[in-house]
Nanobody
Framework: QVQLVESGGGLVQAGGSLRLSCAAS????????MGWFRQAPGKEREFVAA????????YYADSVKGRFTISRDNAKNTIYLQMNSLKAEDTAVYYC???????????????????WGQGTQVTVSS
């Protein structure tokens, strides 16, 4: 079992920055591909970014490429999402997710992630 707890959300003006954190329980964190997703009201959950177990490989949605950075600290069982140049359309609940320890590839579909956090609200005012 893996428990994921997100933090760092809040209200920010357009053009501002936030850093989200996701703390994971368990001893298998360092072996898992991790991802960030978001869901705006009335919309489906969408992929934002993902990182492989070592941090050496990352992937981003086109909508956030160049503005967001995903990273991880395996010693702290934590992943991060640094969000810069925020836009009103980035407003959503942001979730972190973990893949199975047997899945080594980065995945873009929410269905391929095994564990989810409760989410943290990010609101960007224009």
């Amino acid at each position: 079992q893996v428990q994921l707890v997100e933090s760092g959300g809040g209200l920010v003006q357009a053009g501002g920055s936030l850093r989200l954190s996701c703390a994971a329980s368990g001893r298998t964190f360092s072996r898992r591909v991790m991802g960030w997703f978001r869901q705006a009201p009335g919309k489906e959950r969408e992929f934002v970014a993902a990182i492989n177990w070592s941090g050496g490989s990352t992937y981003y949605a086109d909508s956030v490429k160049g503005r967001f950075t995903i990273s991880r600290d395996n010693a702290k069982n934590t992943i991060y999402l640094q969000m810069n140049s925020l836009k009103a359309e980035d407003t959503a609940v942001y979730y972190c997710a973990a893949r199975s320890v047997w899945s080594e590839r980065i995945a873009l579909s929410p269905a391929e992630y095994e564990y989810w956090g409760q989410g943290t609200q990010v609101t960007v005012s224009s």
